[in-house]
């Protein structure tokens, strides 16, 4: 999977012959060829192992924990992913392309002129949590500043949380009880959103297969979220920001979570 590049705004190459191209979160197959910008690089991630190729004017540096390869095209080998986690992987590329970061068109804008909402969490059935302390990260889109941030625990007990000022993010800590619910809150001059969280003791893939590595581990939030219609949305984008994964992938990812589109 490619999980950086730069010196493009797309990877050129071909698959079977015919010409392609590759972008952030391509997943690669056996035999693909890559024309590797110049100058520039391209990351990639193969099961669990980092390659780096360079090309041969690019000044970037080797990285730690990446097997380097100089080159102005590349063969792949071999996807170096078993069937299941590679459907797994194309579920991310569904999400990666478009919410990519260094995309010049950004897929999403607020509008204060539109009522505030929490992507993440409007339209799901039953947005779950694991029980725990908790600080959680939260964000809308729309409404018009200032806005505030609360969550009102089973009992009444309400936490503020805490707001930049002209922000659509925010965050509040607060203890979540398996068996229990507790509602979050966003507001703004004009309007309250309010939505009921339910606690659960563990994420619903906590006995499955053991992860290859972080990336492995998003596939896995990801291929959860989507099964369950969205109720493991704001779990998971809670989640994947503690994953060790790469900037832009993880800021792809959590943004195509954190505004409602998951595979």
């Known amino acids: 999977m490619i999980v950086d590049y730069d010196g493009a705004a797309a990877i050129i190459g071909t698959r079977s012959g015919t010409a392609m191209e590759f972008q952030l979160g391509s997943v690669l197959e056996e035999g693909d060829r890559l024309d590797v910008p110049d100058p520039g690089f391209v990351k990639l991630n193969r099961g669990g192992a980092c390659g780096l190729l360079l090309s041969p004017d690019t000044s970037r540096s080797e990285e730690p924990g990446c097997s380097i390869s100089r080159v102005s095209t590349y063969s792949v080998p071999s996807s170096g992913l078993t069937g299941d986690v590679s459907s797994r992987y194309q579920q991310l590329a569904e999400v990666l392309g478009w919410w990519d970061p260094e995309r010049k068109s950004k897929p999403m804008r607020s509008r204060e002129s539109y009522g505030l909402r929490v992507p993440a969490l409007d339209n799901v059935a039953k947005p779950l949590l694991v029980a725990g302390g908790r600080t ?6 729309d409404g018009k500043p200032p806005f505030r941030l609360k969550a009102i625990a089973s009992d009444g007990k309400q936490v503020d949380g805490i707001v930049a000022d002209g922000a659509r993010t925010g965050s509040v800590r607060i203890l979540i009880e398996t068996g229990k619910t507790f509602r979050l809150e ?15 003791a563990a ?20 291929a959860a979220i989507s099964k369950s219609g969205g109720d493991w949305a704001f779990e998971g984008v809670q989640q994947i920001k503690g994953l060790a994964l790469e900037p832009r992938i ?3 990812l959590t943004s195509a979570i954190e505004y409602g589109d998951w595979p």
Request: hydrophobic share 45%; net charge neutral.
């Open 136 to 141: 959680l990260e939260v964000r809308w889109v």
């Open 186 to 200: 966003v507001a703004d001059a004009s309007k309250v959103v309010s939505y009921k969280i339910y606690g659960i």
């Open 203 to 222: 994420f619903e893939d906590a006995k499955g297969a053991k992860p290859l590595d972080d990336y492995d581990r998003a596939s896995q939030i990801v």
């Open 250 to 252: 993880k800021t792809a």
